[in-house]
């Protein structure tokens, strides 16, 4: 059974930064694209970053391109997202998630791929 485990969330003032780190285990993911989606309250599910398993090609959001670095540790099966310059509009739960590269990442639809269980960031003015 697929499981994802984020972790490194929370509570930063604006300027701050944060790591988070999502790890998979019970499958390989090799051929698989790995990233991230973010939840604010009262707002819809949205792609944040991904990155490629094989080749490390990466992908951001627009609202967080150049303060936001997703990458990937081989020997953990593990992804990092390294945020920058956060900012109070950056403040949601964070999933991670692990879909076939077939699959378009940046549909935030529950039934692509494997999801966490989120981990909280907040982002304080």
């Known amino acids: 059974q697929v499981q994802l485990e984020e972790s490194g969330g929370g509570s930063v003032q604006a300027g701050g930064s944060l790591r988070l780190s999502c790890v998979a285990s019970?499958?390989?993911?090799?051929?698989?694209?790995m990233g991230w989606f973010r939840q604010a309250p009262g707002k819809e599910r949205e792609f944040v970053a991904r990155?490629?398993?094989?080749?490390?090609?990466?992908y951001y959001a627009a609202s967080v391109k150049d303060r936001f670095t997703i990458s990937r540790e081989n020997t953990k099966t593990t992804v990092y997202l390294q945020m920058n310059g956060l900012k109070p509009e950056d403040t949601a739960v964070y999933y991670c998630?692990?879909?076939?590269?077939?699959?378009?990442?940046?549909?935030?639809?529950?039934?692509?791929?494997?999801w966490g269980q989120g981990t909280q960031v907040t982002v304080s003015s």
């Open positions: 990155i490629n398993w094989n080749t490390g090609t990466t």
């Open positions: 019970g499958r390989s993911v090799s051929g698989y694209n």
């Open positions: 998630n692990l879909r076939s590269a077939g699959i378009l990442f940046s549909s935030a639809s529950p039934a692509y791929g494997y």
